[in-house]
């Protein structure tokens, strides 16, 4: 009888993950559905990705309210958009211009769209997509050539007649500087990606579901496996490049290489300069606005091995001066490519995959040992932004995994009953000597460690003392004291950062009139009390939903790939729940322990701030420069000071909420490269 019910019992079990598990591959192919429906029409062309009239010589067109400007011109193939470069003397105009394609044998409108004129950049160049494509057709490509077109711009100026700017020309002729942006891909190599997408989308949702419902491993496992199975196919809907300064960060991790473990000196490497392979560059894998041609070229080179064209020198480049230990990860990956002689794009992958799993470990013990929040750690480590950042060779991934790592070795010896081992203290300070220095505002995370019992601390236990709040207020001041003062050791420039000039020496008035790209400082700021304080409630009132949707992830890295809302709710539905209190947890948070939390996160949340209005013009309205990234090194203290037993859960929900988070990310990667696709 036992063996029957044992029979029905996993006969049933069978029947349901399959069930279970063929819904979770359907809605994954409904997915991939749409991703090939929007790339399905630019596969089939056949033409370059050029710019014809690519000339700049002198501003002698005015872009005018109401007038409308027109440039004729002959090209072949399937017309995108077009490529302008506004030279415009001061800021911007607000307002809109209406772009306008004419074939002219037809005399009629074949492409069309509108794009915002403030947004535009001074001096460089812009492309703007038409709304719809000018798909010429075969016929015309294959046998009649070049066709004529007119191309129409007209602006409409929020300020009316007198308003103007500038547009590079020819002097000769009188033309605009614009060029027209026809694209070439290869089907093979672009349905080849398509196909990878697909293959890894499909192992990804079945490993996922198999590692939260089938396996009964442990939660950390669960987490390891989940994380890798997502980031598999984030990573190749984010690729290199595309993640905010990781142009800089992969610099700074390339010569970081060079010095630590290639033997270069400094006199091999001048200021600014790297030594890297010949090969090691591409316009098109470059490309921080990633699109079509970058997923081709990522199928095309991604196991390519290199040519061994040479070492030469790169001046020039774009690099951060920063503690050499947040670009580490990326270091280590570079030269372990080098040595397995692998290509640009195989050497770009392995970094951010040492630098990938740096996070998941990190993530892995902070979940392993932390005796309350497991489920805040796991909803964190699946906010978008994170697993973007986590793919990259962004220094954030340090400082992320250092500050969930600290804050649960923290919690696990809060809990520690027993007197306090030495090696755990000096893990302990290990851990905030790294974290300090890689960015200076997470020093004041390094305050919680006042909250460990001072009579567990080996031969303080011996020392009988009462804390009194002055001593508490005047330990907390010392202690915050020696972290910036670490801080600034290692990383000198820091100062440049945390005390900007305390005051021009000019008010706020005629900087208005005089230097309105001026920033604010810390003078400006004490003088204008009331206009700091209407900036950033103004901020508030005109950004606040963005900056929560940016904590979460809802606009990815350079691309500004607009994540869509349905996913973001969900994502961070899930990391409310997430904060709940579980009935069989063991060990509860005292409110004292909160409250320190609460107030770093605090504190963390005003420097943001507070280096945002550094940043800021003081013609701006609003604060420029606070990104949600900022602050996930601490949310795992901000979202445990708001857990309390007011909700609380009867089950254990982190294999469920993993499962939901992680798919979901699947959905978010899957829709970024449709947002892509459809530009």
Known sequence: MDKTKNIKSIILKILLHSVCLGGVLIAVGLALFFVKYSFVDT?????????????????????????TLEQEFSTHGDIY?????????????????????????????????????EVMVNDVYTDIFFDRPYYVGDYWQETKG????????????????????????DSASGTMAFGVLTYVVDNASLYGWFGLICKVAVAAAI???????????????????????????????????????????????????????????????????IQRRAEDYSSTFENKHTNVFSYEYIYDNLFSKAQKEGIKPISNVWAVSDFDGVYMMGALG?????????????????????????????????????????????????????????NSFSRDVFVISLGFLFTAYLLYLLKQEEIYKWWQLVLLAVISVLLAPSKFIYCTLCIAVLLLDIKKVPLLNRIKFKINPIFAVVGIGAFGAVAVALAIMLRPDVLRTILPAISSGESLETLLLTNPDATFNIGLML???????KLVLRTIFENGAYYIKSVAGGVLGYNSVLISDAFIIVILVCAIVSTFAEEQETYTLRLYDRGMFGFISVIILGLVVYLGINWTPVSYSTIYGIQGKYLLPVLPM????????????KKDIFRPLCFVMGLTNLFVALNAIVVILQR
Request: net charge positive.
């Open 43 to 67: 596969a089939t062309t056949k033409n370059q990705y050029r710019y014809i009239n690519d000339i700049y010589d002198a501003p002698v067109v005015d872009f005018s309210h109401g007038k």
């Open 81 to 117: 958009g077009v490529k302008i470069r506004f030279h415009n003397l001061g800021k911007p105009q607000a307002g809109s211009a209406r772009l306008e394609l004419v074939e002219k044998e037809l005399g009629a409108v074949v492409a069309e769209t509108t794009f915002n004129t």
């Open 146 to 169: 070049t066709r004529d077109y007119i191309l129409r711009i007209t602006p409409d100026f929020a300020a009316g007649d007198e308003a103007y700017m500038k547009v590079w020309g």
């Open 207 to 273: 490993l996922l579901y198999a590692a939260c419902f089938i396996f009964r491993f442990k939660k950390e496992t669960v987490f390891i496996i989940a994380l890798l199975a997502v980031s598999s196919l984030f990573t190749l809907a984010l690729p290199p490049f595309s993640s905010p300064d990781e142009e800089a960060h992969i610099n700074t991790a390339y010569r970081l290489c060079n010095e630590k473990l290639e033997g270069y000196t400094r006199k091999d490497l001048a200021e600014r300069t």
């Open 334 to 390: 570079i030269k372990l490519s080098h040595m397995l002689n692998l290509g640009y794009v195989g050497s770009m992958y392995l970094g951010r995959l040492f630098n990938l799993l740096f996070f998941a470990l990190c993530v892995f013990f902070a979940i392993k040992i932390t005796p309350v929040g497991k489920n805040v750690f796991m909803a964190l480590s699946f906010f978008p932004i994170t697993l973007h950042l986590a």
């Open 527 to 533: 003088q204008n009390p009331v206009v700091t304080l």
């Open 638 to 649: 901000a979202f445990l000071a708001l857990r309390g037993k007011t909700f609380s859960l």
